[in-house]
Structure formats: C-alpha cells, structure tokens
C-alpha cells in the first residue's frame, strides 16, 4: 500500500471509495436517509479543490484507492479519512491519518481538530484525540449529520 498526493485523474475512483466507506461502514451508525442524502452529494468533481487547495492523499494498491484523506494546513483541521471496506483492520486509517499528521508538523501546525463520524470515533481516540464536543455536520443537500468534533496536540 503506497500513501500519496490525490491527483485529478484519480477523483472517480476517490468518488466511489468514498460512497463505499459511508455505505459499508457508517450505515451501523446513521439512518438510511442520512446515508442516501450523504452518499447524494459525492461525485468525482466535488474532490477537485481539495486537491487543488489542500493537502488530500490516497492509499493505493495494485491500482485501487483504498482510503483518502484530507487537511486544511490553513484551518488546522483534518477534514476527512476514509477507507473502503476492504481495507478495514489493514492499518490504511491509521496510515493515512499520521501521513496527515507528519504534513501537518512540516507545516508548523501543532494542533489539530476533526470532526469524526460516530462510528470511527473509536478509531480517532485509539490515536491521541480527544472528544470536545457534539456536533452537527450539515451537508450541501441540507442533510445533517451528528459528529464528534475532536482534537489532538502533536
């Protein structure tokens, strides 16, 4: 499995790794609603700025995305680590999540703050963060979601 920088060419794939992760793995956690209007919004160009205005990085095999992530250096925030199904248990969050981590500390940024899904707040607390507060994440499409917002000091 190689960490590496998301380019364009990769969005589609990045799009239906992202579907997969919320259909697979969030589905214990929020309503069937939730889940369609969230899984509604993800298309391949939705991914453009990140890659273009932030860091975003890919875990990939044998041609396959098998996780993504996301920082904003500017904000200090982790705005997203998901991985397909497939790669639950196999270290990819964990890896992309200190790859995240390290690019943050090379930036200067010592803290940082997420808002982790209810289901991987678990996997989030397992790695130094720290629970704050709830928190709702409210979608393009106008669906809200319940999060965690957390935060961790490098």
């Known amino acids: 499995m190689v960490i590496r920088s998301a380019e364009l060419s990769d969005t589609q794939k990045i799009a239906a790794t992202h579907k997969a992760s919320i259909e697979g793995l969030c589905a214990d956690?929020?309503?069937?609603?939730?889940?369609?209007?969230?899984?509604?919004?993800?298309?391949?160009?939705?991914?453009?700025?990140?890659i273009e205005d932030k860091v975003m990085i890919v875990a990939e095999e044998q041609g396959d995305i098998l996780g993504l992530g996301i920082l904003d250096i500017e904000q200090?925030?982790?705005?997203?680590?998901?991985?397909?199904?497939?790669?639950?248990?196999?270290?990819?969050g964990w890896k992309l999540l200190s790859e995240l981590e390290a690019i943050a500390?090379?930036?200067?940024?010592?803290?940082?703050?997420?808002?982790?899904?209810?289901?991987?707040?678990?996997?989030?607390?397992r790695h130094g963060y720290v629970r704050m507060e709830k928190a709702f994440h409210k979608l393009p499409n106008d669906v809200k979601l319940e999060c965690v917002k957390m935060h961790k000091v490098l």
């Open 29 to 50: 956690s929020y309503d069937a609603q939730s889940i369609a209007g969230w899984v509604a919004i993800l298309s391949p160009a939705i991914y453009e700025s990140a």
């Open 76 to 92: 200090a925030i982790i705005g997203a680590v998901y991985i397909h199904p497939k790669a639950k248990g196999t270290g990819c």
């Open 105 to 125: 500390l090379k930036n200067k940024v010592t803290e940082l703050t997420l808002f982790s899904t209810i289901n991987a707040l678990g996997f989030y607390q």
